[in-house]
């Protein structure tokens, strides 16, 4: 089968389509033909080797396909079944292997793309918003690149749970995706001061939540925008990792709490996968969360589509298609 495989670690330039040895599934695993594969910011992370991952590998770590054969101790999966799974490695490819307990069925209602598109991001989007900050009616929340995929979907919980969205920007067209998903302000941070400008519009108080995937470039004006006891929730590295950080500024800046959270420990047992699974599909299926993919690539063009993630220039989600 044709692969995206890794074997130094840098550049977009490291991606390459080469030839391997079609999987085999263990025991209570999944051999899944692979229709869509997301693309994320963790496998650029990856790939460069800011996150260390044993060479040579395949990247990748959400999809959606048909499962083609099955390991034996598996119940609840048979050949044709249509399933999707996050945090899984190797989705970079045609096919892959997935343990049983980290796949799940796609109701009739869901598309393969949309699902692949939906797993990692729009998982994370429930555990930022349902449990490391319960937003409700009244929270008001800085949304960092509020167009990207993450972006687009933390915006639509939010504003679905009653909250209040302030989101940042980089162009008018990326601030007319952000007021569509339901933001109510937009601060385009090329033109305006991230923070001075939520304070003006909180009148002074700031924000409960800042829910930061960027990183480097937005911690310091998401920590100046909360409130006394908010949170920076700071689930991603864009513009690269966050310098060491002194507590007394989180006491300085009001008694406030940073969490830096990951989707690996908001499913750890599969109660909690299907909990959030469940909701998210519900949401997605009576057309409440919109899935938007502003990209698609076939395998050969991997390394483009990490070029158009890392320059910014996507907006929702980017899929790998074999």
Known sequence: ??????????????????????????????????????????????????????????????????????????SGFEIGDRVAWAMVPGSYAERAVVPANKAVSLPTTLGERTAAAAMLQGLTAHYLTASTHVVKPGTVALVHAAAGGMGLLLTQLITLHGGHVIATVSTPEKERLAREAGAEDVIRYTEQDVTSRVRELTGGAGVHVAYDGVGRDTFDASLASLRPRGTLALFGAASGPVPPVDPQRLNSAGSVFLTRPTLAHHMLDRAELDWRVGELFDLITRNELRIRIGGSYPLAEAAEAHEALEGRRTTGKVLLEP
């Open 1 to 74: 089968m044709r692969a995206v495989q890794v074997t130094e670690h840098g550049g977009p330039e490291v991606l390459h389509t080469v030839e391997v040895a079609d999987p085999e599934p263990g025991p209570e695993e999944l051999l899944v033909g692979i229709t869509a594969s997301g693309v994320n910011f963790i496998d650029t992370y990856q790939r460069g080797g800011i996150y260390q991952v044993a060479l040579p590998f395949t990247p990748g770590s959400e999809g959606a396909g048909t499962v083609l054969s099955v390991g034996s101790g598996v």
